[in-house]
Nanobody, 115 residues
């Protein structure tokens, strides 16, 4: 059974930085794509960034230039470097992994940005 474990969230001041990590276990191979989504209170979950097995990346317009997604050497690890944090970045950040028609989700890690 595939499990995704996020870490690295926390409370930071506006303008600060964080690095989120996600490690997948229980998978025999690498995923087609991994990514990060976030859900703020009272809002729907939204895409933040994704990266394919080939290294192609995609970012939400709201985070371009501030967030960087990357995959680790183990292939089943994904990171999200978050810079120039804004209060509106406050949300629970979820790791996602896709393999064929299957999608897997982590439990989420809270990021809170104070103004």
């Amino acid at each position: 059974q595939v499990q995704l474990a996020e870490s690295g969230g926390g409370l930071v001041q506006a303008g600060g930085s964080l690095r989120l990590s996600c490690a997948a276990s229980g998978s025999g191979g690498s995923f087609d794509a991994m990514g990060w989504y976030r859900q703020a209170p009272g809002k729907q979950r939204e895409l933040v960034a994704t990266i394919t097995s080939g290294g192609n990346t995609n970012y939400a317009d709201s985070v371009k230039g501030r967030f960087t997604i990357s995959r680790g050497n183990t292939k089943n690890t994904v990171y999200l470097e978050i810079n120039s944090l804004k209060p509106e970045d406050t949300a629970v950040y979820y790791c996602n992994a896709v393999s064929g028609m299957l999608a897997f989700w982590g439990q989420g890690t809270q990021v809170t940005v104070s103004s």
